[in-house]
């Protein structure tokens, strides 16, 4: 019933910027957090950045002043501003959402299909 749907990855050279987005569509009845995580190759998943839906965020370390998330609750989107690219952060972005469905007694977690972003010369 719920899914998120990724887009705006693609390749862009170092100090260039990309947005991505991420559209949580289906019975839902709230979106508690939703945020992004990256998997490069031969690397964990990591958190990248997340935000409450009162508004808390919290960033990697490496991404810090470089990435901002954003949410538009209305359109129950969420997007990642990723300016100063770097090629080490090329990786597969995932979105990621805890959301409560119509009818559900606790929120669960969704994830995206992932979008590739490629920074590279």
């Known amino acids: 019933q719920v899914q998120l749907v990724e887009s705006g990855g693609g390749l862009v050279q170092p100090g260039g910027s990309l947005r991505l987005s991420c559209a949580a569509s289906?019975?839902?009845?709230?979106?508690?957090?939703m945020g992004w995580y990256r998997q490069a190759p031969g690397k964990q998943r990591e958190l990248v950045a997340a935000a409450t839906s009162g508004g808390t965020t919290a960033y990697a370390d490496s991404v810090k002043g470089r990435f901002t998330i954003s949410r538009d609750n209305a359109k129950n989107t969420v997007y990642l501003r990723m300016n100063s690219l770097k090629p080490e952060d090329t990786a597969v972005y995932y979105c990621?959402?805890?959301?409560?469905?119509?009818?559900?007694?606790?929120?669960?977690?969704?994830w995206g299909q992932g979008t590739q972003v490629t920074v590279s010369s």
């Open positions: 289906g019975s839902i009845f709230s979106i508690y957090a």
């Open positions: 990621n959402a805890a959301i409560k469905g119509w009818g559900a007694s606790k929120a669960i977690d969704y």
